[in-house]
């Protein structure tokens, strides 16, 4: 069994200064800490995480965790109640996690939410990084305290990012395309809808995805709206039912990022011969009643679950454990359809 002394006796450094190495604390300089990895490497050193973990109790550890609890997009209620959950797991470990809600996507009232987070008392943060200035300046502030940080659902820049934890959604729009070619004649007609602006990392990845999917795969398949408005904004879906009045013999609909799923019924009231398909993203409760009366046929899930979790779990090795993680953790596209839906962790 390797130990740290004699990694320190090898390194010709303390044992003290071995110990800040492989627990990432700081006080060492650059080029005795990577001395001392590569030795403890090279001699197969593993930690005692039985032993690390009663000390990671000791240390109470505060994190934040930072996400949206809104009546438009309903996705991440499924993310918010598995991360109160894990909240409670961590606990025993001396964790504290302190949830900071997004009541509105309006840059004003993130940045309200966001300067009610003390930096000075938080050991990491989890957040979804939404693209807003307010959040932007934040990850900056966070940034410069040198808090580590793992982003969930969107990407971001940021020097003290550890890890990201959500879909990719360039592949999540290739999949969509991939049933809108099953459940569509092969000359069939196609609309696209959307809830979210085109500035939405979300939507972008999706749309290019599924657009380049179609073209090389189902060339004959036709997009509507494809070089018009695609967006709607929030209770207003004029624009993609200007879109069927105008094209009647519309086959299927991909609704990008759907929000409350109200736009799915909004397209059945026009649909009144139950000839257009409705393929969606994301799961929650309301689209088994959808898909209960043939309103929408499939959905692509990407784990809320995971996303509420995984971002805790890397703080606590991280911060506890001193266990670097991964930089990405993509999650799983899962189709649903009506005959599984019953079945996704909602």
């Given at each position: 069994?390797?130990?740290?002394?004699?990694?320190?006796?090898?390194?010709?450094?303390?044992?003290?200064?071995?110990?800040?190495?492989?627990?990432?604390?700081?006080?060492?300089?650059?080029?005795?800490?990577?001395?001392?990895?590569?030795?403890?490497?090279?001699?197969?050193?593993?930690?005692?995480?039985?032993?690390?973990?009663?000390?990671?109790?000791?240390?109470?550890?505060?994190?934040?965790?930072?996400?949206?609890?809104?009546?438009?997009?309903?996705?991440?209620?499924?993310?918010?109640?598995?991360?109160?959950?894990?909240?409670?797991?961590?606990?025993?470990?001396?964790?504290?996690?302190?949830?900071?809600?997004?009541?509105?996507l309006e840059d004003h009232s993130i940045g309200k939410v966001l300067e009610t987070v003390d930096l000075d008392e938080l050991d990491g943060i989890a957040m979804v990084p939404l693209k807003l200035?307010?959040?932007?300046?934040?990850?900056?502030?966070?940034?410069?305290?040198?808090?580590?940080?793992?982003?969930?659902?969107?990407?971001?820049?940021?020097?003290?990012?550890?890890?990201?934890?959500?879909?990719?959604?360039?592949?999540?729009?290739?999949?969509?395309?991939?049933?809108?070619?099953?459940?569509?004649?092969?000359?069939?007609?196609?609309?696209?809808?959307?809830?979210?602006?085109?500035?939405?990392p979300s939507f972008h990845d999706r749309y290019i995805g599924f657009l380049n999917e179609l073209d090389k795969n189902y060339p004959k398949l036709e997009i509507v709206n494809r070089n018009t408005?695609?967006?709607?904004?929030?209770?207003?879906?004029?624009?993609?039912?200007?879109?069927?009045?105008?094209?009647?013999?519309?086959?299927?609909?991909?609704?990008?990022?759907?929000?409350?799923?109200?736009?799915?019924?909004?397209?059945?009231?026009?649909?009144?011969?139950?000839?257009?398909?409705?393929?969606?993203?994301?799961?929650?409760?309301?689209?088994?009643?959808?898909?209960?009366?043939?309103?929408?046929?499939?959905?692509?899930?990407?784990?809320?679950?995971?996303?509420?979790?995984?971002?805790?779990?890397?703080?606590?090795?991280?911060?506890?454990?001193?266990?670097?993680?991964?930089?990405y953790y993509y999650t799983e596209l899962t189709i649903y359809i009506k005959q599984n839906i019953s079945l996704a962790p909602v």
């Amino acid at each position: 069994m390797v130990t740290i002394r004699m990694i320190a006796q090898k390194a010709g450094v303390s044992r003290g200064t071995v110990d800040r190495v492989l627990n990432n604390r700081a006080g060492v300089n650059a080029e005795t800490f990577q001395k001392v990895k590569e030795i403890a490497e090279e001699l197969g050193y593993e930690p005692n995480l039985a032993g690390q973990m009663l000390a990671s109790r000791k240390k109470k550890i505060k994190v934040g965790y930072i996400v949206c609890d809104t009546t438009v997009d309903l996705f991440f209620k499924s993310v918010y109640s598995s991360a109160i959950k894990k909240a409670e797991e961590l606990e025993q470990f001396g964790v504290t996690v302190q949830f900071y809600l997004i009541r509105e996507l309006e840059d004003h009232s993130i940045g309200k939410v966001l300067e009610t987070v003390d930096l000075d008392e938080l050991d990491g943060i989890a957040m979804v990084p939404l693209k807003l200035p307010s959040v932007m300046e934040f990850i900056k502030k966070a940034d410069e305290k040198q808090i580590p940080m793992v982003f969930f659902n969107l990407d971001a820049e940021s020097k003290q990012k550890l890890s990201y934890v959500g879909c990719d959604y360039y592949e999540s729009g290739r999949v969509a395309a991939g049933l809108i070619g099953l459940v569509s004649p092969e000359n069939g007609k196609v609309a696209i809808a959307s809830i979210f602006d085109e500035e939405s990392p979300s939507f972008h990845d999706r749309y290019i995805g599924f657009l380049n999917e179609l073209d090389k795969n189902y060339p004959k398949l036709e997009i509507v709206n494809r070089n018009t408005q695609i967006i709607f904004q929030k209770n207003d879906y004029s624009s993609i039912q200007k879109v069927i009045q105008e094209n009647r013999d519309i086959d299927s609909i991909y609704v990008v990022n759907p929000g409350n799923y109200e736009i799915c019924e909004k397209i059945a009231e026009l649909d009144t011969g139950k000839k257009i398909r409705i393929i969606t993203n994301d799961i929650v409760k309301e689209q088994k009643r959808l898909m209960d009366e043939g309103i929408i046929v499939a959905t692509i899930g990407q784990q809320p679950e995971k996303q509420g979790t995984l971002p805790l779990q890397i703080l606590y090795d991280y911060i506890g454990l001193g266990i670097v993680p991964q930089a990405y953790y993509y999650t799983e596209l899962t189709i649903y359809i009506k005959q599984n839906i019953s079945l996704a962790p909602v």
